[in-house]
């Protein structure tokens, strides 16, 4: 799918730079866009998450807004394909949401444009920078 074909589809946009001719890549396997990584949910704690996943709206799912309010990372998929929830039980609490897909969903954001994910189950996890020593880590900002 063309990143203008998805955009069309979903009513969302990205910033003029990004060229809407591209192929969106479905990955399946480990993905990061901005300040958010996307794991297979079997990494993360599936014995802790609980099952009840709800289907993703037509219109999907913003999952994380820029500290500014701005650039927000929206979860999309074709109608019925696609089941989420917010209740992951991430040990390190970074996890947003985990979802289940049976056809690519795609991860949108405004300057990053789209990515594709495969077919599966899914934590969607907010990136942390590790510093020296022993502090606190830190969330990645987009």
């Known amino acids: 799918m063309y990143l203008a074909e998805l955009l069309d589809r979903t009513g969302l946009d990205v910033l003029d730079h990004l060229d809407r001719q591209v192929t969106v890549p479905v990955i ?61 039980g991430d040990p390190e609490r970074l996890a947003i949401a985990a979802f289940e897909n049976t056809a690519p969903a795609y991860l949108i954001h405004p300057e990053h444009g789209a990515t594709g994910i495969a077919p599966g189950a899914w934590c969607v996890r907010r990136q942390r920078e590790l510093g020296a020593g022993f502090r606190k880590p830190i969330l990645v900002a987009d």
Do not use: I, M, Y
């Not at 794991?39 to 500290?67: I, M």
């Not at 500014?68 to 979860?75: D, E, F, Q, S, Y």
């Open 28 to 88: 399946d396997g480990l993905q990061a866009q901005g300040d958010l990584l996307v794991l297979p949910l079997a990494l993360v704690a599936p014995s802790h998450t609980r099952r009840d996943f709800w289907e993703l709206p037509a219109e999907g799912r913003e999952l994380v807004r820029g500290e500014a309010g701005n650039n927000p990372h929206t979860l999309v998929a074709d109608r019925g394909t696609c089941r989420l929830t917010t209740w992951v």
